[in-house]
């Protein structure tokens, strides 16, 4: 996944504030987790048992090259699989998005308004005073939180509703795709070209 860790990186360079990439974009390193687990996860299913078990005459005839084969086709579709993903990315700007919100939450943490407690000789009245600082205080936290939540819901939403059509059209090249496949695998099948794969491996052992 070295095309998506580069786009992110080129990204993240935007940003001017250098001692919010100290903490450098958690959220952005989270979400770009999350992405990499999910396609990994998805290639994970492409076995190269899966070919062994359905291409058993292939498989016998010459395993080597088959093997080749499944590498060099897990290998192709993650490449464009992560260009569509990093397109997406770059049209909807959902890194800087994340990585702008990382820096308002940060910015917030280290300029929140605590008042320090000093006592003033009346231990009725300091509790309550600092009872009531820590609950604005509590307040505040939980008005930018929700407002961030607020925001992010939005974002998300108008994220889904502009990618949905985006999506459609990466399940359908992957569904046709999976048609190409099928059709390559039925036509490698076939009794003539098997017999002529026997024909070259039998010719190549005997030049040897």
Known sequence: MSNLMSITRTLNSSNVDSKSNDNKD???KT????????????FSYI??????????EIYKADSFHLKIFHEQLVSQLKSCFSETV???FLETNVIQSLSSLNNIINK???NADIVAWRPSGNPNEDIRDHLHQLKLNQKKSLEFALQVLVTENSSLEQM???NHKEVIEIKSKIDASKQDLYHFF???NDPTIIDMGEKLVAEEQKNS
Do not use: D, H, P
């Open 26 to 28: 958690t959220l952005v």
């Open 31 to 42: 979400f770009e987790s999350a992405v990499e687990k999910c396609i990994e996860k998805y």
């Open 47 to 56: 076995k190269f048992s899966m070919m062994q078990k359905n291409f058993r």
């Open 86 to 88: 990093e397109e997406v």
């Open 108 to 110: 917030t943490t280290r």
């Open 160 to 162: 889904i509703k502009k």
């Open 186 to 188: 039925s036509a490698m």
